[in-house]
Nanobody, 125 residues
Framework: QVQLVESGGGSVQPGGSLRLSCAAS??????MGWFRQAPGKEREGVAR???????SYADSVKGRFTISKDNAKYTLYLQMNSLKPEDTAMYYC?????????????????????WGKGTLVTISS
């Protein structure tokens, strides 16, 4: 059974960094990723990582965020640097089938089979 539990959210100043973690039991062959939803906005995909290690990012976070995973620990990470106020959102860990990492529809949430409950990230001075 897949279970996703996020941690690591918090409040930081613009330009700061945070690392989110997702304990992801039962997901060794899944497409894994992070989504976020800001107040009053639609959910959006942030980053994803395939079982092969192939990664891809939303344009808004390229060069600032890095997704990674530790297969031995069944843990997914999102390193977020140079944070901006517009990065403020609830961040969700997500898991989908193997081929979900190779479809454009992933970014809107299609192909996601499991969701975590989220961790809040607030960027404010």
């Amino acid at each position: 059974q897949v279970q996703l539990v996020e941690s690591g959210g918090g409040s930081v100043q613009p330009g700061g960094s945070l690392r989110l973690s997702c304990a992801a039991s039962g997901t060794s062959d899944y497409c894994m990723g992070w989504f976020r939803q800001a107040p009053g906005k639609e959910r959006e995909g942030v980053a994803r990582i395939a079982s092969t290690g192939f990664t891809s990012y939303a344009d808004s976070v390229k060069g600032r965020f890095t997704i990674s995973k530790d297969n031995a620990k069944y843990t997914l990470y999102l390193q977020m640097n140079s944070l901006k106020p517009e990065d403020t959102a609830m961040y969700y860990c997500a898991a989908g089938g193997v081929y979900a990492c190779y479809t454009g529809s992933w970014w809107s949430g299609n192909g996601v089979s499991y969701w975590g409950k989220g961790t809040l990230v607030t960027i404010s001075s």
